[in-house]
């Protein structure tokens, strides 16, 4: 449910309204059962909820969707209002439901925007949902990705300063993410994932012109995933890359920092935008927008986002492929 | 023209076959008149080119263009073929067209696309038409732009590695690109330009939680920019400032590095992409495409980006105001 002042509410009501949310998937809502009901009249046709006080059940009646708060109740609703009591329950939410993605009782979790001012507000130091189910997970080697439809980019790092980040393009993290990469978009029924891997500096560096680390250190990786069978090839001029996976010419292109995918894929992802955190042992797909408390309680935010968040959770839910399957295929 | 062997002579024939072509300046056409008759059969109605030796007086005569090469004949006409000859044409072509603007016969030039292995190979060492009008021109602070429709980024550098790149971000550096940015809004009829600075770190650094320049380098800049009259502000997320100059918020973004403004604009601008250069003491704008050797000679290439950057070339010759119009309009 995410913040309980933000959209959230309201995505998830209409998103549930919509039958393709629930073709792929077995749902349960995590959040506030009063807060459910108070959004509901917006939404014709979303399920009724019962209250489940654990998940050893998924009610199996036609209109009707299970909901827990696992015993953090939110206070009281107040749509576009700042509250840190919201934060916290949001966060805790997610705790719970990340413990239950690692004993195997969930599949996966879709999670709805949140504050971060409330949710520092409130005590917690996490810069967003990617950090805290990474620490949840004990993962390090997270990857942050941005799928919209066919454009899918993997960034090797996420919220580090630019220069930090530069530092941090490495062999062995640009090789990683090409593996991560690739599994992902085989459980997604990709057969063989075709890989491009961004430049770092303009055009590429132009052979060393301006930069080195494109000749030095991602050409190296590139040919190193080469080998290893992945079907990948790079470094490419960032500046023109996208446009050919949006031409169809790439399944998912390897960014080598975080603004060199966000900028462009939130510019063009519209509605359908989803933030997908790879590399840690659950699935994790999130709305790709904030909690926008401006239009809060409207009734009038889109779901897109949640319906493509939900569908591409449940294709990532699928069995693994093995890592040679995924490259011999 | 550019390179005779590119795309360039058959997008010159089909923008000239247009009226808006012509409706806001004079043309003549810097190029080989072999190469523009052989093309002009794909673009019914371009007019027939008049050989001037000179540009002393441009042909009044209505269906009749003037055309110069300087005396630097193009080599012969292979579509496809990278020829160093057509790129050392291309490069004096240019050289004698910014001289005419420079003596004011001329009140701005429009590049074609060239090829940068044709002029390297010819001899020439020239990333690009960018830096070779800023070396003619003396131009040390020139700037980078990528303008499409209501879409607009001056980038603050220009060819660095990512590394360089940052060590340039400096206050004086993003006063001077606000300055630059207005002055040309301002000739291009907005009276009083709202301007946007993006960030450079992720999220524009959250208040030094991820980089300090966003917080220490690039909000005094933007404060000096306020304080001296600008409508101006930021430093934004890079990664939804793009969609608000999209909403019609904003009319121009400084960007901090080349591949911050260059990987969204390439992918959204389409067509009407154009290459502008400012802070050189004259107009120049470039369609934002290469040579497209593949499809040189098939007719297909699409003249639109040529077509924006003529009238943006004569949007931006209008008559300078000066600053203190520029601001206080």
């Given at each position: 449910m995410g913040d309980i002042n933000g959209i959230g509410p309201e995505i998830l009501v209409k998103a549930l309204a919509r039958p393709e949310a629930h073709a792929l998937a077995d749902l349960v809502v995590v959040g506030a059962k009063p807060v459910y009901e108070a959004v509901m009249p917006i939404a014709p046709g979303a399920p009724s909820p019962l209250l489940l006080s654990t998940l050893a059940e998924f009610p199996k009646t036609p209109g009707v969707i299970g909901i827990c708060d696992f015993g953090h109740a939110a206070p009281a609703h107040r749509p576009g209002v700042l509250d840190p009591a919201a934060g916290a329950s949001a966060i805790e939410w997610v705790k719970e439901t990340v413990a239950r993605c690692i004993d195997g009782t969930l599949d996966g979790i879709v999670t709805g925007p949140i504050s971060k001012t409330a949710v520092y507000q409130a005590g917690y130091h996490y810069i967003g949902h990617t950090e805290l189910v990474a620490e949840l997970t004990h993962t390090a080697e997270f990857r942050m990705c941005l799928f919209a439809g066919g454009m899918r980019v993997v960034h090797?790092?996420?919220?580090?300063s630019l220069r930090d980040a530069l530092d941090a393009v490495t062999e062995d993290r640009i090789a990683a993410s090409v593996r991560i990469a690739n599994d992902a978009l085989c459980r997604m029924g990709i057969a063989r994932p075709r890989i491009a891997v961004m430049g770092l500096n303009p055009h590429a560096g132009e052979d060393g012109a301006f930069g080195t680390e494109d000749r030095d250190i991602i050409a190296p990786a590139v040919r190193r995933c080469v080998t290893e069978g992945y079907a990948c090839d790079g470094p490419h001029p960032p500046d023109t890359l996208l446009g050919k996976m949006r031409d169809g010419l790439y399944d998912v292109v390897i960014a080598m920092y975080h603004d060199q995918g966000h900028i462009p894929m939130k510019l063009i992802a519209m509605d359908e935008g989803v933030n997908v955190t790879l590399g840690i042992p659950m699935v994790r797909t999130s709305v790709d927008h904030g909690t926008a408390f401006d239009i809060a309680g409207k009734g009038i935010a889109r779901e897109d986002s949640l319906i493509a968040a939900i569908t591409l959770a449940a294709q990532l839910a699928r069995p693994a492929q093995t890592l040679s399957e995924g490259v011999s295929s």
């Open positions: 090797i790092t996420g919220h580090l």
